[in-house]
């Protein structure tokens, strides 16, 4: 199955909460698709990084550090998945 729509937008979503993969949702993505999508939430990862955030500001720290490890958990994710299947990505 193709990727519906952007996928930095699918990534941001990741990052955000509002999608979350398993090894039962990338049943339906093609290796290529699998590709894409980790090099989009290496882009996400990137963004949030270079976000210079006040010390002083623990709610939003604590907000792009939640996103952070959604999008590394994602990444963790589909590494598990390809490597389970022998996937070369």
């Known amino acids: ?3 519906s ?3 930095l937008k699918m990534a941001t979503d990741i990052a955000e909460g509002y999608l979350n993969f398993t090894m039962a949702t990338l049943k339906k993505y093609t290796a290529n698709d699998l590709k894409t999508i980790q ?3 290496n882009i996400v990862i990137r963004q949030l990084r270079q976000e210079k955030i006040p ?8 907000k792009r550090n939640m996103k952070l490890q959604r999008a590394n958990q994602a990444l963790s994710v589909i590494r ?10």
């Open 1 to 3: 199955m193709a990727i």
């Open 55 to 62: 010390l002083e500001d623990i709610i939003a720290l604590k």
């Open 80 to 89: 598990t998945y390809c490597k389970k299947k022998r996937i070369p990505i």
């Open 5 to 7: 729509g952007n996928p």
């Open 39 to 41: 090099t989009n939430i």
